[in-house]
């Protein structure tokens, strides 16, 4: 069954949910994303369309900044929540480091202007060519996530006669109390190292001559909205601090990872200000305050920075569900799909509604049944008006596919009133490039 829903009420559910995105909003009944309106940029660049808010990405950063005021803090903005080169460059310019997870995001970091010293390498399938390629930009240090991994870059570092910088990841086995996929911190996942094995491994990194110890680090999950995690993963890091200095081992600095979630459906994370004001109350009251800190955000800084403009193509009364379909996928917003994740759906031009909402499934035109990217969705729509789908600036398209052969979406910078073309939309042409026929 439909229900139905007035106008005034839709806006009303609409305009809730932008204050997450601190620069869009409606002006003149058309979505606006900082001066500039989401439909022209649509007319210019076709949909669908990624749309990132400079201004957006640089507050989100400033509340990190305000929290580590007066500390010695580095802030690596953990690419892989979106590593296109022209959100990298903001970021590089804001003097930010990266947190990266490839060789690959490597390039990406140095082709963006971004400075390798102040590169930290997670992941737990680091390669040899990956660790050489490292070693030789002069990254600042090596997130390592097993016993083996640290066996294998003293090897190469060695072979190199280069000393790698390395921090062990430690996993604290504290519930992030997040989406089991995006939760890394528990027993039962394959990031870091046992707690309990630590002490060891520290150890036997301090006798691996073409290894230098420089920190320790954690990261327990994603889309946190609790502080009480942070607070609990903090206190066994410091424990193992203590420990591992106990031993005779200097640690430089303390990464507490990223995972800071943001406002999807009436979410509410702290600021990462006030997260961080009681983050160091903590390491201040345990004797820490004055380590040298490093942090990963990745989604906290541009989730909420960008929309995918997408066009309906066609609206379909079904049995049971009315079908909206536009013309994003989930090859273009893979989120839902992947974790039955939620985005906002909002109008680009409320105004024109024709008094006729229905309750819809927004799909896109993938051959998947799982290829949806809202459920159950008020909307007052029809074939050619605009929508967008909010909070798309993170894991949407640095996980974008070409599945059912479909080009990746264009991406624009919006910067007050200039609009920077960041990623023309992928042609057919593109996406064979690599391919050929086999020779008969
Ligand atoms: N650091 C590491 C090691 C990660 O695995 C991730 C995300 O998976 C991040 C940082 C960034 O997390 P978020 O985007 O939630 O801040």
Request: net charge negative; with cysteine.
């Amino acid at each position: 069954m439909n229900t139905a829903i007035s106008p005034q009420a839709l806006l009303a559910v609409d305009a809730a949910m932008l204050p997450g995105h601190p620069f869009t909003a409606y002006r003149e009944g058309a979505l606006c994303i900082e001066n500039v309106a989401a439909a022209d940029l649509a007319q210019t660049h076709g949909t669908p369309l990624f749309i990132y808010s400079k201004a957006a990405m640089l507050s989100a950063l400033a509340a990190y900044q305000r929290g580590f005021a007066g500390r010695h803090a580095q802030i690596c903005y953990a690419m892989k929540a979106n590593s296109s080169l022209g959100v990298l460059q903001v970021f590089a310019q804001a003097g930010c480091g990266f947190d990266i997870v490839s060789g690959g995001e490597l390039e990406r970091v140095i082709a963006a202007g971004g400075d390798a010293r102040k590169v930290i390498f997670s992941g737990v399938g680091k390669t040899r060519a990956e660790m050489r390629q490292a070693l030789k930009a002069g990254i600042g240090c090596f997130n390592v996530e097993s016993e083996a991994e640290l066996d294998v870059l003293a090897e190469v570092a060695g072979a190199m006669a280069v000393t790698a910088p390395v921090s062990i990841r430690v996993n604290p086995n504290v519930d992030p109390k997040t989406h089991p996929y995006i939760s890394t911190g528990l027993k039962g996942n394959k990031f870091g190292v046992a707690h309990e094995d630590a002490l060891r491994i520290y150890t036997h990194a301090s006798n691996l001559k073409a290894l230098r110890i420089v920190g320790i680090d954690c990261h327990i999950g994603s889309q946190i909205t609790d502080s009480t995690p942070y607070l609990d993963a903090m206190d066994r890091v410091l424990d193992l601090v203590a420990e591992i200095e106990a031993a005779g081992i200097p640690l430089e600095h303390i990464d507490f990872g990223g995972g800071l979630g943001i406002n999807y459906n009436h979410d509410t994370p702290p600021e990462a200000d006030a997260l961080w004001r009681e983050l160091l109350v903590k390491l201040d009251a345990r004797g820490y305050g004055q380590r040298k800190l490093m942090i990963e955000p990745g989604r906290s800084l541009v989730g909420n920075a960008g929309v995918c403009l997408t066009e309906v193509l066609y609206t379909k009364p079904g049995e049971q569900k009315n079908f909206c379909i536009i013309d994003a996928a989930m090859n273009d917003l893979p989120r839902p799909a992947m974790y039955q994740a939620f985005h906002a759906i909002v109008p680009v031009q409320p105004g024109r509604s024709a008094g006729n909402e229905r309750l819809y499934d927004v799909v896109g035109p993938v051959c998947e049944s799982g290829d949806w990217i809202g459920h159950d969705r008020v909307l007052d729509v029809k074939a050619g008006d605009l929508l967008a789908v909010l909070s798309a600036g993170a894991y949407c398209m640095s996980m974008a596919s070409n599945y059912n052969t479909r080009g990746r979406a264009a991406e624009v910078l919006i910067d007050g009133s200039a609009v920077h073309l960041i990623r023309r939309r992928e042609t057919a042409q593109d996406q064979m490039r690599h391919e050929q026929l086999a020779a008969n």
